[in-house]
């Protein structure tokens, strides 16, 4: 139901609704180029970008599905995955791995073929810290390549995954230097400004503004945001409740047993059923399989089995 007045002015980015909106949508094409440009800092400026099909299926009929939030190429034939990424999951890297997969295998091509390939980039804007960071707080965009080890130099420069821990973006608006900096501060503080800040002057921050204000919504578009808004505030209040209770049960056994492996052994107990908790309360709350598998990392198999 619309509500008379809704009390946020821009949308919230970390929605399914919000981020489709700004960078899935051909109408705000310029908003991902503008994105992706201050991002990767490519040879040569994405221009135009083709948008594909967000869903594929795997080389056989009982493989595996991949549904990408966004998945584009640009004129070069160079493909670009852009994932929000609401949660943590246990195996969050292995899927960024497989989903990598799938652009790299439909280049392959019939008849002779040299294994030529165009350049994959997987972008993750994530609404979590990992764990192996979570004490290095100034540490939060990522840029993986394939390296050489002894070497110390990159193996191979045609896979890049580039992943931004958004929790850890703390710069305030005198702070920002960069184009980087100022979408960086967009996507962590959109929903909660009343103004566009004086410090995003630039062209491509006033067409963001302009789609991303909910007032210009037609009432069905608004109707969409709100439904999303509400999936998304109910998976965040899913995800907080059972944290909170993972590590509680997680300090008591520490407690009991007297000792650190006690305390980490518990914790990784209660992050389990934190996972198995998370599904079964998304499962409750009617949502799609694949996207309760994408938030907790189960499969539909075992979704189905709670």
């Known amino acids: 139901m619309l509500t008379n007045e809704f009390p946020d002015r821009y949308i919230n980015p970390y929605t399914d609704f919000g981020f489709k909106l700004l960078f899935g949508t051909p109408m705000n ?3 991902l180029i503008g994105f992706l440009n201050s991002l990767l800092h490519l040879e040569h400026e994405i221009t135009d970008v083709t948008y594909l099909n967000a869903e594929h299926l795997g080389m056989a009929e009982l493989d595996r599905k991949a549904v990408f939030d ?3 190429e640009n004129t070069a034939g160079e493909k670009f995955i852009v994932e929000m990424q609401k949660a943590g999951q246990k195996f969050f890297k292995d899927r960024s791995v497989f989903y990598a997969s799938f652009p790299i295998r439909e280049q392959a091509k019939r008849g002779d073929w040299n294994y030529e390939l165009k350049a994959v980039y997987t972008v993750g804007i994530l609404n979590f810290v990992f764990d192996e960071d979570s004490d290095d707080e100034n540490y939060f965009h990522h840029e993986v390549k394939l390296m050489d080890i002894h070497r110390k130099e990159v193996f191979y420069d045609k896979l890049t995954f580039v992943y931004l821990e958004m929790p850890k973006f703390h710069k305030s608006e ?3 230097v960069t184009l980087f900096d100022k979408w960086m501060f967009v996507l962590h503080n959109l929903s909660r400004l009343l103004e566009r800040p004086a410090a ?4 491509i921050f006033t067409r963001l503004f302009e789609a991303a ?3 210009k919504f037609t009432p069905v578009k608004r109707m969409e945001y709100e439904e999303s808004l509400k999936v998304y ?4 209040n899913v995800i907080d409740t059972a944290e909170w209770k993972g590590e509680q049960r997680g300090l008591q056994k520490g407690r009991e047993e007297g000792r650190k492996e006690g305390r980490e052994e518990g914790r990784e ?3 389990e059923e934190e996972r198995l908790s998370n599904a079964r309360k998304m499962k409750e709350m009617g949502l799609e399989y694949s996207f309760i598998s994408r938030i907790t990392g189960l499969s539909a198999e075992e979704i189905d089995a709670l």
């Open 29 to 31: 094409n310029d908003l």
């Open 70 to 72: 966004v998945y584009c």
């Open 174 to 176: 005198d702070e920002l």
């Open 200 to 203: 995003l002057q630039e062209r």
């Open 213 to 215: 204000e909910i007032a």
């Open 233 to 236: 505030r109910d998976l965040t």
């Open 269 to 271: 107990e209660g992050r």
